[in-house]
């Protein structure tokens, strides 16, 4: 499998590819803390990364829950940030429209789980150009991403790749199935793990989602082993007090050594 090159980010390539960011931007201020420590944490461990946080979060449990900020303020703040840290940047796109507006700004246009069968928005972010990660619906079988590959491939699509993020395991549960990454990775397609939503318990806080962050790293240790291009991660650097998945964020103090490990182990399954 050819390598996918995000400059400097490669997926495929000797080191794992990382995504790294809070899982919404709270603040002009925040997102841009954040994207430096992060940076710095990177730079350290000599790891390139793709930048991510959410403009809007639109399928939020509750009617109540904090959103975010415009589509296109949203987008621009985080192409601001890419060129300051500089590396690529990723953010979410809930509509054809949305897809248009973020190609000006965003490296990659993420299609989120929910949305990941939705042919009007698969083709509008392929005709962008721009390289698009298409999340796996938690309600979707590994080998029925060939069928969102030939969407995008039809549209134009010259760069893309999966993200698996868990499988729906009965109410408010989420099952992580690592023989997903061998079968999407077996079907031709680069994949890399979301450990961050795979630890989700979807509404399982009522009004809220809840989960497990502590498990994050250990499911991420566990899909590197297994053989995937990279980790998902959502950092925060005080989850408790995060505006959207604060249970499932892991602590951006953490991060270091929770990157450490997993380049050794990519390093040794490689």
Known sequence: MPILTIEPVKLGGKIPAFILGPCVIESETFVRRMARKIARMCAAEDLPFIFKASYDKANRTSVRSFRGI????????????GREIRMPVTTDVHSPNEAEIAAEFIDVLQIPAFLCRQTDLIRAAAETGRVVNVKKGQFLAPWDVRNIAEKLETFGAKKFFFTERGTTFGYNNLVADMRALAWIRAAGYHVIFDATHSVQRPGGAGDATSGDAALAPVLARAALAA?????FMEVHENPARALSDGPNQVPLKDLPRHLRMLKKIHAVVS
């Open 70 to 81: 415009d589509v296109r303020e949203g987008c621009a703040l985080l192409g601001e940030i």
């Open 227 to 231: 053989g995937c291009d990279g980790i």
